[in-house]
């Protein structure tokens, strides 16, 4: 399978946290090529923006050719501009492109620092335009016009909800007037949102460069972003970096990935103790029900259930993103599944069937719930 090649056109974060920085772990975590045209270098930290240096627009539209020209480009992610100038120099250079354009349209810093003048943010219209997807949150959308005015134009929008009050966040896309889908899901409580919306965006961008649809591409990129959120590393002492780098790859992946075993127990403690004290990390300890999971490092997780007939008790678990479309293809094949795909109570979809020597396979979809379900200790 070729890398996908995404062009990110955006300011630096010396601090790591979100711009170019964010995009290149984002798009490396998620199987792509990341190339740059750094429009600003920033001096800033968790605390906020100390100094901001331009880039000419010549060099930014440089860095552009220089790997078009070369390398080839099948997405690109367009985030801060930084001046009228460059931006409408950037719009002439992208016109020239034909693969899918993800333009968040920042304007302000988590910290508040105001990171895009009136002049820029009227060129922002042409990139509008030209993208597949624009992704404001709530205070960029009223900057941008509303909603309504904005697809008036026919301009695709992802209207990030994370601005709202309320312990949910819905993000919702509208492709047209009357055409919208909605994602909604608990807020995560963290100082640690530093650069979330650059890390969307670009994870959109990489998953429409390696030729998914679009609602795919965000339901991934939304998944990374949640993923990242939960393992952030606690950094600084305000917005916090989100942890990029341990967002496992089995989440964000289409196909089948083997990361979950249970196994039967006879008794509950010993078997805690017992894999404890091999290395396992605990996550989910409910003794009432004689159920415990673990994590290894490289967050694959492997559970005990006391109870029930131990010869038959294990279970071994194939994760896909696809299930439904997975196990229809599966019955049509011949496969007898015991249970087509269900949703019980502990978050997970699942189906499941035995293989040829009557062990159980659960194939499942499970999201974040696996690693950081609601009970996690």
Request: glycine share 10%; proline share 4%.
């Amino acid at each position: 399978m070729s890398t996908a090649r995404i062009l990110i056109i955006a300011g630096s974060d010396s601090g790591g946290g979100a711009g170019i920085q964010a995009d290149i772990k984002t798009v490396t975590m998620l199987g792509g090529h990341a190339m740059t045209a750094v429009t600003a270098i920033t001096a800033q930290n968790t605390l906020g923006v100390d100094a901001v240096h331009m880039i000419p627009t010549q060099m930014v539209i440089d860095q552009i050719a220089a790997v078009v020209s070369d390398i080839g480009v099948d997405a690109v992610k367009i985030g801060m501009i930084g001046n009228a100038e460059t931006a409408h120099a950037v719009a002439d250079s992208l016109a020239e492109l034909s693969c899918p354009i993800v333009f968040d349209p920042v304007m302000v810093a988590s910290s508040g620092a105001i990171l895009a003048d009136d002049d820029t943010i009227s060129a922002f219209e042409r990139f509008m335009r030209l993208a597949t997807l624009t992704t404001p949150n709530l205070p960029e959308l009223e900057a941008l016009g509303g909603r309504a005015a904005l697809l008036e134009r026919h301009i695709p929008l992802l209207i990030k909800g994370g601005h709202a009050e309320g312990d949910h966040i819905i993000d919702q896309l509208d492709v047209a007037v009357s055409q919208s889908v909605l994602w909604t899901n608990e807020r995560i409580e963290t100082r640690n949102t530093h650069g979330t919306g650059c890390t969307l965006a670009s994870a959109i961008a990489t998953g429409l460069g390696q030729g998914f649809t679009l609602e795919q591409s965000i339901e991934r990129a939304r998944l990374f972003v949640r993923l990242a959120l939960h393992d952030a590393p606690g950094l600084g002492q305000g917005h916090g970096p989100m942890g990029h780098q341990y967002v496992r790859e089995d989440a964000m992946v289409e196909g089948p990935s083997l990361n979950q075993v249970t196994v039967g127990s006879t008794n509950y403690a010993a078997s805690v103790d017992f894999y404890r004290a091999l290395g396992l990390r605990q996550i989910v300890d409910s003794p009432s029900n004689g159920y415990a999971r673990f994590e290894v490092p490289n967050g694959v997780t492997f559970s005990i259930h006391e109870g029930g007939d131990i010869g038959t008790s294990t279970v071994v678990y194939f994760e896909s993103k696809r299930l439904d479309a997975w196990v229809n293809e599966l019955v049509s094949e011949g496969f007898s599944f015991e249970q087509m795909p269900q949703d019980p109570s502990w978050g997970w979809r699942e189906a499941r069937l035995p293989d040829p020597s009557g062990n159980i396979i659960c194939l499942y979809s499970a999201g974040e719930n696996r690693r950081y379900p609601a009970w996690r200790t």
